[in-house]
């Protein structure tokens, strides 16, 4: 699960898919704006989402996949 931060309405709906590319690489290289998908009824509707700030240890345990994980690899 990522913060992720949206402007304006939400562009998806519910049970609608949302596709991130690369988004280990963008939480890994401290990016605020990806860009991400909805995948819905075969077509790709492109927005964006915004992280704010995270800590250097937020964004270790995001990476690592969870709290139980980050402490295990310690």
Not at 46 to 69: H, Q, S, V, Y
Request: aromatic fraction near 10%; glycine fraction near 6%.
């Amino acid at each position: 699960m990522l913060p992720f931060i949206l402007d304006g309405e939400t562009p998806f709906e519910n049970g609608d898919y949302i596709f991130v590319p690369e988004v280990r690489k963008a939480v890994e290289d401290k990016k605020k704006e990806m860009p991400a998908y909805i995948v819905k009824a075969g077509k790709l509707v492109p927005f964006t989402l915004k992280m704010d700030d995270i800590t250097d240890d937020e964004r270790k345990i995001i990476l690592a996949g969870c709290l139980i994980n980050f402490y295990a690899g310690k």
